[in-house]
């Protein structure tokens, strides 16, 4: 027991080179997932991330039975499912069920790779949990540059993108650009998982791009709130998911999915309290006001 709280060992770990370059990494996946994470709560997207991530997974299957970069792969994957996914999905009531066809195609064809694959074990079943303490130096130039254009392309259509999120309808009424900002923020969503894969796992993504925008939402009803504190939320949970791992050197998606979901606990506790406190207030006013003659 004592070695998953190892603090010596932990600090030993924290100053190795490429313990740091996965930290770095996992800061990047961390604040792109908590700038989208607020949107795909908005646009109820939690389902189109794991299926995204099939695909990603599938990608990533791929590039590692043929020999090639791992981000590679799951990052062409992702992308080609967000594109999927926008075109035969869209805004329509179809959306769950194109979303549950892609899924399923993904993760079958994704498994079959895996067997095709005759490397370790210990790659494929990163694939699933994530193995982020393997990212390398060109692995984070992937990451960075990645984050950037997710960054600077929702900076571009933020305005237009959250009018269609919050209602698409008087969107599009007013001349906003619905059926552009739909696919392209899929595109963003999928770029962003792909990002996942290799950090907590095909898996375990949703835990990074919905878990910490959902405790957030819970708190507040701000757009510009809650993204700061899905960002924080996000950063917690990954960075210290990847802390505490390093000890037992286990892998860290139960790490990061365990303090993620603490968060939107205390969240969902904090809510109840507001609504307590509320209906009290309303209630002793209720209570207060002279009764009608």
């Known amino acids: ?15 190795l080179d490429f313990v740091q370059t996965g930290l770095l990494a996992a800061a990047v996946l961390g604040l792109v997932s908590g700038v989208l994470g607020p949107l795909i709560i908005m646009r109820r997207m939690a389902f189109a991330v794991h299926g995204t991530a099939e695909l990603a997974f599938t990608g990533a ?12 792969g799951s990052l062409i994957g992702a992308v080609i499912a967000a594109l999927l996914l926008a ?10 069920s194109v979303i549950g066809a892609v ?28 193995q982020v303490i393997s990212v390398d130096s060109a692995n984070l130039r992937v990451f960075a540059v990645s984050g950037a254009v997710v960054l600077g392309v929702l900076a571009v259509i933020y305005r237009p ?10 969107a599009a009424s007013r001349g906003v650009p619905v059926r552009f900002v739909t696919p392209m923020f899929a595109l963003l969503l999928g770029i962003a998982t792909a990002l996942g894969v290799q950090t907590v796992g095909v898996l375990l993504v949703i835990a990074m791009l919905v878990t910490p925008a959902a405790a957030a939402c819970r708190v507040t009803s701000s757009p510009l709130l809650a993204t700061v504190l899905s960002i924080v939320f996000a950063e917690v949970a990954v960075l210290g998911g990847i802390v505490l791992s390093l000890a037992p050197g286990a892998p860290i998606s139960a790490f990061v999915t365990t303090i993620a979901f603490t968060i939107y606990v205390l969240c969902r506790v904090i809510e109840y309290r507001r609504s307590l406190a509320t209906r009290s207030t309303v209630a002793t006013t209720a209570e207060a006001e002279p009764a009608p003659r």
């Open 1 to 15: 027991m004592t070695e998953f709280f190892n603090l010596e060992l932990t600090l030993r770990l924290l100053g």
């Open 87 to 96: 075109l035969l999905g869209g805004e329509s009531r179809e959306r769950d």
């Open 103 to 130: 899924l399923s195609f993904g993760l079958g064809v994704g498994v079959l790779l895996l067997w095709l694959h005759e490397g370790r074990a210990a790659n494929k079943f990163g694939l699933l949990v994530g």
């Open 161 to 170: 993108l959250l009018f269609a999120s919050v209602d698409p309808v008087v």
């Open 61 to 72: 299957a791929a590039a590692l039975l043929l020999g090639v970069s791992v981000e590679y």
